[in-house]
């Protein structure tokens, strides 16, 4: 059964919650306000979290989960194991079929975010824009405030085990003091800058950089080098996630797509220019430091498109053919501007 937070007097004391988030890497990262202010505002409160076994490297070294539990192919094997737990409530920050599905089996009172679907349709199909000026973090901690939790300010959290922290060896000589971050991929090709973009960005760029992807960049990462193999190193597919995210920490500041390594940018307090394809910053999921406003920040849009958003994910291709999101976008100014912070930033 699905609950809406309301006020209820609760007493607050030894409590089992379970925080659901499937997926993926940056909407993992932007639940971590949530885990961190219900463990430390409900005294006593047993956190459990929920996700993918395949992003239980996002997730496995925060300190304000007590208990890991990951979903696999053997669902039934999965509810034995949460209903032995006996939760007292569950946290719903994914709210789809499934996790309706799991409520509906474990019958623990829940609280569910509202993914604001509606709003989301009237925006990529009818560009009417009926979004609230909300970013999500907030509609994820609207889920705990029936338990007088409140938004501490403190922004995201991302935890890099000691093992899996970058040594300088890791990098070539030549960026020793300082690079540039850039992430060249994303979870949708119409969210990422063509290759021919990023070249001439990288090409403008006079400061050492690193480009930061998964496995499947490198050979558009390695495309990119090659126009200066001194000056780039291609990172893509050579570190785990947690290592990239330790090339985001140790980088003056980021270049990114609207993707999971700007968020754990803005985990790190990182100065970032982030760059927006079919995507919008309106669907709430811009960088986000919470009371940390001195960072700085920049966005690149192409305005007066009539087309965009078209899709509050993203897909393989433009569906216009154009691609003037990202086609038009002025590398030449991110990179001016991009040049001018680097010479402010250790």
Request: charged share 20%; net charge positive.
């Amino acid at each position: 059964m699905n609950h809406e937070p309301s006020s209820i007097n609760y007493e607050l004391y030894n409590m089992k919650f379970l925080i659901i988030r499937f997926s993926s890497i940056g909407d993992i990262v932007l639940t971590t306000p949530v885990v961190r202010c219900l463990k430390q505002q409900v005294p006593n409160a047993e956190v459990h979290y929920l996700s993918k076994f395949s992003f239980h490297k996002v997730i496995a070294s925060n300190p304000y989960i007590d208990k890991f539990h990951y979903l696999n192919n053997d669902w039934d094997l999965l509810m034995h194991q949460l209903k032995e737990e006996q939760f007292d409530y569950i946290i719903d920050l994914h709210h789809n079929l499934r996790t309706i599905k799991l409520k509906k089996e474990l019958k623990v009172k829940s609280f569910a975010f509202n993914k604001l679907n509606i709003q989301k349709w009237l925006l990529t199909n009818l560009k009417i824009n009926r979004m609230p000026a909300v970013h999500i973090v907030d509609r994820y901690l609207d889920t705990v405030k029936s338990f007088n939790v409140k938004n501490d300010g403190k922004g995201l959290d991302y935890f890099i085990p000691k093992e899996e922290e970058t040594q300088q060896k890791d990098l070539p000589q030549a960026h020793a003091l300082g690079y540039i971050g850039i992430v060249i991929g994303a979870a949708h090709a119409t969210k990422k800058l063509p290759v021919h973009q990023l070249t001439v960005l990288c090409a403008a760029l006079d400061h050492p950089i690193v480009l930061l992807g998964g496995p499947e960049d490198r050979a558009i990462g390695d495309q990119i080098a090659a126009i200066d193999s001194i000056k780039i190193y291609n990172a893509c597919g050579k570190f785990s996630i947690n290592e990239s995210a330790d090339l985001v920490r140790k980088a003056k500041l980021i270049i990114t797509h609207d993707t999971g390594l700007m968020h754990i940018a803005a985990a790190f307090k990182k100065p970032i220019i982030s760059v927006w394809g079919n995507t919008v910053p309106v669907f709430g999921m811009e960088a986000y430091y919470g009371n940390n406003t001195q960072i700085q920040h920049s966005r690149f849009e192409v305005p007066n498109l009539r087309c965009r958003p078209c899709s509050k994910i993203g897909y393989d291709a433009c569906p216009k053919k154009h691609f003037k999101c990202m086609e038009l976008q002025n590398v030449n100014e991110i990179a001016k501007l991009a040049q001018s912070w680097a010479k402010t930033l250790r």
